[in-house]
Each structure stands twice: as C-alpha cells, then as structure tokens.
C-alpha cells in the first residue's frame, strides 16, 4: 500500500505541478490526482506542461473531470513518453457522457507499461452550471497508424451504455490494446446527488437479459480475432 496520491486542482493559481522543485517531485510524484477546477477563462493545456522532465517516477494517474471542459490539448506523444514511461494504472473519471472518447487513447502511445485503465462517463442534471463553467468541447485527436499497447491487461468503464459511441470507442480499445485480457463494463456509478436517477438506472440494467448481453458482446467482437474476456455488469 502506497502513500496517498498527491492531489491538485486545474485552473487555480499556483497549484501546478511545474512550480514544484524536481529533487522533490523525484521523491513524491509516484501517484497523483488531478481534480478539475475549470472555469470559463481556463483554457486546455498540454498534460506536459504540469510535470517536471525530471519526473518519470509516476506508476498511477487520477485525471478528474467533474463533468465539465475537457481541458487536455493534444501533444506529441514524444512530449509525454519519458513522464509516462512507468505508468501502470490510469483512471479519468466523470467525463461528460456527450464527449466523445477517442482522444483518451492517447495514453496507449505515452504509457507502454500501463496495465489497468479506468473510465467512468457521468451525467450529473442536478448539477446547477454556472456562467463561469467552461464551455464543454471534444477534442479531436487520432490514434497513430499501427498502434499496437502489448501490456494493457484491464479496462473498466463506468457510465457504459449501449450506444454507437460507447462500442467504436471499445472496438478501438481493443483493436490497439492487443494484450488486452478483461474488460469490465459497468452502468452509472452510484451518486449521493442522483439517488433516484440510479436507482431507476440499476432497475433497468436488472432487467437486461442475458441475450442482450450476448448481443452487446456480439458488437463488439465482430470481426475482431481477440480472445479478451468481456463482462457486462
């Protein structure tokens, strides 16, 4: 059992990474959490910009959005590589559930030896947005020709629907994680504000039956040669 994650917020003044001094991130940046505070006036920014190049002691990541911007700008895989090159466990949590998801997979091209990766899409309508909320956007980012990840072995998601988006987005998963095991998909995770949304959202998943899971599978492993194991819950 590790020490905690080291946890900050985006968007608020002088709580950034790069203002740390290396010796001390060598000694402490092995886990991290990083929470969104975005406003209307935060614009995205390179991941690159928040770590020392000193830094590659990082094995676990916690990016944080809160529903809000997606507030990541894409870089050159180079740019991140030697940072990421320990990294064995990702999770993003709360990513607005009309977001589109491929540009997560830019993490198989920075973090060769990740193992476990942890996605939870969520809805939150009881959330008030408030005109300082920035403007939630996609952004648009393409895997590279020939992306091959031989060390992921788990991915989880939370939020999975049986939409289009949700299965393309899986496919490609498993298509550039060939060493891919397992994948959990789960529904919405539970949420003190959303009591009645998630108790109507497990009743519905209670009465799925076992040939719409087959079908869901079917999806996502046609014309696919993986022999990962796919467990809908």
Known sequence: MGPPPLKLNVGRDGDRIGALHDDLLLGILER??????????QVPFA???????????????????GCQMNWI???????LTSIFNNLNSLALYNIFSECDLSWTLFILEVAPALQKFRLSRTQHPFVKVSKDNAEKTNIVWEPSK??????????????FEDEDKVTNYIRLVMEHAVGLKRIELHG??????????????????SQADEASRHRIKEQLTHGSSSSVEIVIC
């Not at 991290?32 to 006036?41: F, I, P, T, V, Y």
């Not at 991941?47 to 959005?65: D, G, P």
């Not at 700008?73 to 740019?79: G, I, L, R």
């Open 32 to 41: 991290l959490d990083l929470r969104d505070a975005a406003k209307a006036s």
């Open 47 to 65: 991941l690159s910009e928040c770590f020392s190049r000193s830094a590659t002691n990082l094995s676990k990541l916690y990016l944080n959005y």
């Open 73 to 79: 700008k894409p870089e050159h895989p180079k740019e």
């Open 146 to 159: 020939g992306l091959k990840h031989l060390n992921l072995k788990l991915f989880i998601m939370f939020g």
């Open 188 to 205: 919405r995770s539970p949420c003190n504000g959303c009591d009645a949304i998630d108790l109507e959202s497990r009743r519905r998943r």
